[in-house]
């Protein structure tokens, strides 16, 4: 019962009181501008499907599918338009100056609390102590 009112009634927050358009640039922008925000995505999908009877339930990653599968049918919607991504001579793209900001000494910053969160969070350290090569 659980499963199929989720399945038929969930939508993301704010999409009652936003537009589709609205709601979709919120989602891409955290969870599809690159594989670290799908892989939070998974995430917070692997949490809802450890509920007993909700195993293999998709819905984030489900939303974002059809978000993106919007923005190829409709060039320019949510404000998405493809851009080249930059590279370093190592071949990876360059690390992002916000993590480092945004962890060292502060005490809000949660442990992690799945594989998923555990294995993001060595990965984003290995790129801060190594710059990603």
Do not use: I, K, M
């Given at each position: 019962m659980v499963r199929g009112a989720?399945?038929?009634l969930w939508t993301p927050v704010g999409a009652g009181v936003k537009s589709e358009e609205?709601?979709?640039?919120?989602?891409?922008?955290?969870?599809?501008?690159?594989?670290e925000g799908r892989?939070?995505?998974r995430g917070i999908d692997e949490t809802i499907a450890a509920v007993p009877g909700l195993e293999g339930l998709t819905l984030i990653q489900d939303y974002l599918d059809t978000a993106e599968?919007?923005?190829a049918e409709r060039p320019g919607w949510a404000g998405v338009s493809p851009m080249p991504s930059p590279r370093r001579d190592?071949?990876?793209p360059p690390?992002?100056?916000h993590w480092r900001d945004s962890v060292d000494s502060r005490p809000d910053v949660m442990p992690a609390t799945s594989g998923v969160e555990r294995r993001e969070e060595e990965r984003a350290a290995h790129v801060m102590r190594d710059g990603g090569s």
């Open positions: 989720l399945r038929s609205e709601v979709d640039a919120l989602g891409l922008y955290l969870f599809a501008d690159g594989p892989e939070h995505a599968r919007r923005v190592n071949g990876h690390t992002p100056t």
